[in-house]
T-cell receptor, first 111, second 117 residues
Framework: QKEVEQNSGPLSVPEGAIASLNCTYS??????FFWYRQYSGKSPELIMF????GDKEDGRFTAQLNKASQYVSLLIRDSQPSDSATYLCAVMGHGNNRLAFGKGNQVVVIP | DVKVTQSSRYLVKRTGEKVFLECVQD?????MFWYRQDPGLGLRLIYF???????EKGDIPEGYSVSREKKERFSLILESASTNQTSMYLC????????????????FGPGTRLTVT
């Protein structure tokens, strides 16, 4: 069974600061990596997708992938109270129809 | 706008009842998934289907079955509900995967919060 690990504790950041989230995965054959955001009581929504090593930026979000070290991270710059949510890391293998999810990281942005 | 709908937002059932959770997507997606989400355990895959009448077990299929008679509809069945099946159930769909670098986004429904008493 593929494992996706996210450090579990809630992350509190002041408004305007950078929030940094990390995720490691066990399956070296994994090809595609996703970050989902889930607000309390809502379903997950995709915010970032990355498949090649390096950085990918989209607005205030940056995903970083290092396949050799088997980790993927998410940076949220200029954090806003609306970024307060749980962030789920998900990993997909090549030609695989399914995602393996981490348990999520709760982010709380303090005004 | 893409849409995945689930038959109920909240459901309360008694132990031993047969429970049907319905999911419908309007995106002509081949793949559909059923997850349950519990505090501290994250999203866990129960079953998925990659085509009509096809199904595969996920990580926690015990106590559940599924049905996919039409491409757009994927049903989760609890044959005899138990209290440990109290959870949030999420349905998702995506187009068939194949090429690296393609964003195969899983679109989620709003979820069904099932309580078994």
């Amino acid at each position: 069974q593929k494992e996706v690990e996210q450090n579990s504790g809630p992350l509190s950041v002041p408004e305007g600061a950078i929030a940094s989230l990390n995720c490691t995965y066990s399956d070296r054959g994994s090809q595609s990596f996703f970050w989902y955001r889930q607000y309390s009581g809502k379903s997950p929504e995709l915010i970032m997708f990355i498949y090649s090593n390096g950085d990918k930026e989209d607005g205030r979000f940056t995903a970083q992938l290092n396949k050799a070290s088997q980790y993927v991270s998410l940076l949220i710059r200029d954090s806003q109270p609306s970024d307060s949510a749980t962030y789920l890391c998900a990993v997909m293998g090549h030609g695989n129809n399914r995602l393996a999810f981490g348990k999520g990281n709760q982010v709380v942005v303090i005004p | 706008d893409v849409k995945v709908t689930q038959s109920s937002r909240y459901l309360v059932k008694r132990t031993g009842e047969k429970v049907f959770l319905e999911c419908v997507q309007d995106m002509d997606h081949e793949n559909m998934f059923w997850y349950r989400q519990d505090p501290g355990l994250g999203l866990r895959l129960i079953y998925f289907s990659y085509d009509v009448k096809m199904k595969e077990k996920g990580d926690i299929p015990e106590g559940y079955s599924v049905s996919r008679e039409k491409k757009e509809r994927f049903s989760l069945i609890l044959e005899s509900a138990s209290t440990n099946q109290t959870s949030m159930y999420l349905c998702a769909s995506t187009q068939r995967t194949g090429s690296i670098g393609i964003q195969y986004e899983q679109y989620f429904g709003p979820g069904t919060r099932l309580t078994v008493t």
